[in-house]
Nanobody, 120 residues
Framework: QVQLQESGPGLVKPSQTLSVTCTVSGGAITTSYYYWSWIRQPPGKGLEWIGYIRYSGSTYYSPSLKSRTSISRDTSKNQFTLQLSSVTPEDTAVYYC????????????WGQGTQVTVSS
C-alpha cells in the first residue's frame, strides 16, 4: 500500500519561498512509470495542478506557476519537495501530493494535504 505524507511550515510570509515535502512509503519514487504531482486547493476554490516530477527525475510545471516553481527529489529518503517562490496571500491553500501513472491525470494515491497560509 502506497502512502504519501506532506509536511510543511504552516505559515509563510509574503515574498518568501514556500517549501513542502512529500514522503512516500510503500513504493519507490523512481519506479517506472509514475509521476509525482503537487496540487493545491485555495479556500473556496477548486483544485489547481502545480507540477510533477517523473520517475526519471525530469519535471514539468503549470505554465501559470512555472516561473516560481521548482520540484526536486531525494531518492535516498524517497521524498519530493515543492518550492514556490515570491509567495503572496493568493498562494494560501491546502497543498497535496499525489501519484499519477504515466501522466494520465488519474491519481491513484493522495496525501492528506497540508495547510499553508501566506500572511505577514
Amino acid at each position: 500500500q502506497v502512502q504519501l505524507q506532506e509536511s510543511g511550515p504552516g505559515l509563510v510570509k509574503p515574498s518568501q519561498t514556500l517549501s513542502v515535502t512529500c514522503t512516500v512509503s510503500g513504493g519507490a519514487i523512481t519506479t517506472s512509470y509514475y509521476y509525482w504531482s503537487w496540487i493545491r486547493q485555495p479556500p473556496g476554490k477548486g483544485l489547481e495542478w502545480i507540477g510533477y516530477i517523473r520517475y526519471s527525475g525530469s519535471t514539468y510545471y503549470s505554465p501559470s506557476l512555472k516561473s516560481r516553481t521548482s520540484i526536486s527529489r531525494d531518492t535516498s529518503k524517497n521524498q519530493f519537495t515543492l518550492q514556490l517562490s515570491s509567495v503572496t496571500p493568493e498562494d494560501t491553500a491546502v497543498y497535496y501530493c499525489a501519484r499519477d501513472r504515466g501522466g494520465t491525470g488519474y491519481y491513484d494515491y493522495w496525501g492528506q494535504g497540508t495547510q499553508v497560509t501566506v500572511s505577514s
